[in-house]
Each structure stands twice: as structure tokens, then as C-alpha cells.
């Protein structure tokens, strides 16, 4: 365990710690000409101004819609619960490829801020609808015994219990929006990931991509510190095991039915416009996909995405262990390295371990394996969370029986702990799974000559303009993780309401 502990931090560095290597390969004084440039400053600003737009609006729209769902008789409820998680499943190019056919003076700034809310208010919305269903009702009883009304108690005893909830998933909104490369990119928007991709491609000297991925990184670490720092001061905890009561149901009266237009918009907007768009280039395109290279592209995704399942999994639930059984110095390390490395870009990611495997690796460079690498670096904190939620869950006294019983260590621990905490490492796989199919930047610079997933292939359609050729992959990306997404959109609901 020690040993994958160590593993799973060195990996998790490893494209950070190069990253800077490369920046001042040409010294100190070529970085901070590019720190200081204008262009730099518009670039940072522009990238931290759409993060701060998008993570309000998606606040907003996730915690209204988590609300609905849990907390009142809205019509329809439990299909308003899956299909507002599922824009979950598209990819940001595919939705930015959708609107930008839709409407084309939509490009720029308004255009990304569209894009980037309706897919990502699932962030917000999935851990918000979570905290709700797990909201102590005794608590809000005991506040409306002392004379508070509806709205005072949701403002002093439910929203405070749901806040780190929503304050983690506008991080992931905030990271995300910082990290996109395929929907500014389509909607023509200059930020930062952009910049990088376009200084990559275009100039020998890939210096400034560097320092500009550096900046990148800078910023998204001091978010997450910055993250951590706000929630220690708003630890919310009890003691016991929880309610078992069933959660109050607010009744809407005449409001019952005109209110279902709230999540019948936003999945409207998030759904509707890309569902029309893929189906448009589909039906009516005058160029058509090659079933052949679709097939290959669909083989190439499942194969390198399950890689990944696989390679996050096997990494991270030791890590898992140590950090729950024998928490310390080095889980803590692992913990952080892992959640660190989710932090940087794929962008960041793709562009330090391309310097990587040309200086250090040559034999690896555009291989798949260490396009796999790139996907665990990625998604590492992903499996991490989801395991070491499982194996909490199992008490270790259960190790200690089967070993009294002629038992030994590792055959104890594969039989309990590793049995038990099953169901949660097949969501970690199934969660990194979908993660990575979705996937573009590490995959458009890592990956083998002649490897097409079809992130890739339907990034190559659209930036020729073959709108039509572009539909059958942009069908196949959503078909595919759509179901994933479903499964994860439905887990817990199971508590019965009043």
C-alpha cells in the first residue's frame, strides 16, 4: 500500500514538476517576459471572468433544481431528476458544435458562458440533490417549533447543512470552466487553454505554451487551496448515524404544474438545441462518416477509456485504504497529489507529458500507454473519492474476525474489505469510464498516430466545418455515456418521502 501510496504521488507530480522544467528551460528571464505581457494579463483575466460567470450561474440553476426535485410535489419528478443530470454526459464541443450551428452570432463570450452552464450545472446539481436527501428533518422541525417560517429556516438550518455540498460542486464548476478547452475553442473565445493549444500548434518554440500552462496550473492549485481554507470554517457534523425519518414534502398548490417549466427549461436548453443540432447534421449533411473509422473510433474510446477504469482503480484503492485504515503523512500526501492533479487542465496535463515523453521517454511518446497516464492523472481523484467513501463504510473489526478464524492479512482483506467496498470501486470505473470518454485535449496531444477516439475524430470534422461527418460521433459519444450518467443520477434515491 505504501509502495502505490508513493506511486500514486510521483505520478500525480510528475506532469506539474515538468511543466516547470520545461518554462525555464531557457532561464528565469524568458518566463517572466511571458508572465508579463499584456496578452498574458487579458488572457488570465478572461479565463478567471468566465469561471466566476459560469460557477454563479450554475449555483443558482443546480441548487433550484435540487430543491424541486427533493423537497416539493413537482410533476414528473423522478424523470426531472434523471434528465437534468444527464447534460452530464455531452461533451463541451458537442454542445458548443450544436448552438454554434444553431445560432453562429452566438460565438464569443455570451456564447461560452451559454455552453458552459448547461452542461455543467450537474456539478452543483447531483451533490446539492445528495446533501438535501440526507438533511436532518428534526432539525428543521425544532427551528419551526421556535417561531422561524419557511424561509428562515431553509436560510438558517437546510442551507447551511447543503453549502459544502454546493461550495464543492461550484469548484468543480470553476475548475472545469478554468480547464475547457472544446467549447471556448469552437465558440472562438481566447482564454487561456486556447492560447496553449494554439502556441503548441503553431510556433517551434513552445516555450510560452509552458509558462501559459504553468499560469493555467497556478491558478486552478490556488482555488483548490483557497476551496479547502473556506471549508475548514464551515465543518457541519452530527452525532449518530443520521434521520431515518422521511424528508417533508413542500406542496406547490396552483404552482404545482406552471413550476415544471424551471427544469423543463433548463433541460430544454441543455438537451434540446444539441439534440436538434446532432440530429439536423444527421439527417440532412451532405458528407457522410466512414462506418469504418466510426467503428474503429467507437473500439478506440471504450478500449482506452476501460484502460483507465482499470489503471485508476487498481491505483487509487490502496490509497484508498491507507488513507482511511492508517491515516498519515504519506496518505495525506497521496490524497493530496491525487486531488492536486485533478486540479491542472487537460490541456496542462497533455502539454507537460508530451515535454515528458519526447526529453525523458521517447519510446513512449504518442503510445498508448501513456495516454492512459494522462487519463489517470486526470481522473485519479474521481476513483479516490468514491473508493474511500466504500471502504469507510466496512468496519475493520471484520478483518480481525476472519483472521482469528486462520485467515491470513491479504486473504482477510480480499475476502471482507475488498468484497464489501465492491459497489464502490464499479462506480469509481464506472465514473472514470464516462470522465474519460468524453475527454479531448490530453487525447488530441498524446495520443498514438492513427489512434482516433471519438472525441478526437468529431473535434477533426468540426474544425474542417463537416458538420455532417462530425453528427455520427457526436450521437455515439452522448448514446454511450448516457447511460452511465442515468445510473449515477439515480443513486439514492431510495429514501421514501412524506
Not at 26 to 47: D, F, H, K, Q
Not at 314 to 325: D, G, K
Request: net charge positive; aromatic share 8%.
Amino acid at each position: 500500500m505504501r509502495v502505490a501510496a508513493v506511486a500514486a504521488t510521483a505520478l500525480a507530480a510528475l506532469p506539474l514538476v515538468y511543466l516547470v522544467i520545461r518554462a525555464t528551460d531557457r532561464g528565469w528571464e524568458g518566463a517572466r517576459a511571458t508572465l508579463v505581457r499584456p496578452r498574458t494579463v487579458e488572457l488570465t483575466i478572461r479565463s478567471l471572468e468566465l469561471a466566476a460567470i459560469v460557477t454563479v450561474l450554475t449555483l443558482a440553476i443546480g441548487l433550484s433544481l435540487a430543491w424541486l426535485v427533493t423537497r416539493t410535489d413537482l410533476p414528473l419528478r423522478r424523470a426531472v431528476q434523471v434528465a437534468a443530470g444527464l447534460p452530464l454526459a455531452l461533451p463541451s464541443f458537442v454542445s458548443a458544435w450544436s448552438w454554434i450551428g444553431f445560432r453562429p452570432g452566438l460565438a464569443g463570450r455570451s456564447g461560452a458562458v451559454l455552453v458552459l452552464t448547461s452542461i455543467s450545472y450537474p456539478y452543483v446539481y447531483l451533490p446539492a440533490m445528495a446533501a438535501l436527501r440526507r438533511c436532518d428533518p428534526a432539525l428543521e422541525d425544532t427551528a419551526r417549533s421556535l417561531g422561524h417560517g419557511r424561509w428562515s429556516v431553509f436560510r438558517r438550518v437546510t442551507f447551511p447543512q447543503v453549502r459544502p455540498a454546493a461550495v464543492g460542486g461550484g469548484l468543480l464548476v470553476g475548475l472545469y470552466v478554468l480547464s475547457d478547452f472544446g467549447a471556448v475553442a469552437t465558440m472562438r473565445y481566447q482564454v487561456l487553454t486556447h492560447a496553449i493549444y494554439t502556441s503548441y500548434r503553431a510556433s517551434f518554440d513552445r516555450t510560452p505554451a509552458a509558462v501559459l500552462g504553468c499560469v493555467l496550473a497556478a491558478l486552478t492549485l490556488l482555488i483548490v487551496m483557497a476551496e479547502h481554507r473556506t471549508r475548514r470554517h464551515h465543518l457541519v457534523a452530527r452525532v449518530g448515524g443520521g434521520a431515518t425519518r422521511s424528508q417533508p414534502v413542500v406542496h406547490l398548490g396552483p404552482w404545482r404544474w406552471p413550476l415544471l417549466a424551471v427544469p423543463a427549461t433548463v433541460v430544454g436548453v441543455s438537451l434540446g438545441v444539441p439534440a436538434w443540432g446532432m440530429f439536423r447534421w444527421f439527417s440532412r449533411g451532405s458528407s457522410r462518416a466512414d462506418p469504418a473509422e466510426l467503428w474503429t473510433a467507437v473500439g478506440n474510446t471504450l478500449q482506452v477509456s476501460a484502460l483507465a477504469a482499470v489503471a485508476v482503480v487498481a491505483l487509487v484503492t490502496p490509497v484508498a485504504v491507507l488513507s482511511v485504515r492508517h491515516p498519515g503523512p504519506l496518505a495525506r500526501t497521496a490524497e493530496r497529489a491525487a486531488y492536486a492533479g485533478h486540479a491542472l487542465p487537460g490541456v496542462v496535463i497533455g502539454l507537460s507529458l508530451v515535454f515528458f515523453g519526447i526529453r525523458v521517454v521517447p519510446s513512449l511518446y504518442q503510445r498508448l500507454p501513456l495516454l492512459v497516464v494522462a487519463y489517470v492523472v486526470l481522473f485519479m481523484s474521481l476513483g479516490l473519492g468514491a473508493i474511500q467513501a466504500a471502504v469507510a463504510q466496512v468496519p475493520p473489526s471484520l478483518e480481525d474476525v476472519a483472521r482469528t478464524l486462520g485467515r491470513g492479512p491479504m486473504r482477510a482483506w480480499t475476502t471482507v474489505t475488498l468484497r464489501l467496498s465492491a459497489p464502490g470501486l464499479g462506480a469509481a470505473a464506472t465514473l472514470v469510464f464516462l470522465t474519460a470518454m468524453k475527454e479531448l485535449p490530453a487525447a488530441l496531444f498524446l495520443r498514438p498516430t492513427g489512434f482516433d477516439t471519438l472525441s478526437t475524430r468529431l473535434w477533426s470534422h468540426v474544425s474542417s466545418l463537416s458538420y455532417a461527418a462530425a453528427a455520427p460521433y457526436a450521437v455515439t459519444i452522448v448514446a454511450l455515456a448516457a447511460v452511465p450518467t442515468a445510473l449515477l443520477s439515480t443513486l439514492g434515491d431510495r429514501r421514501s418521502r412524506t
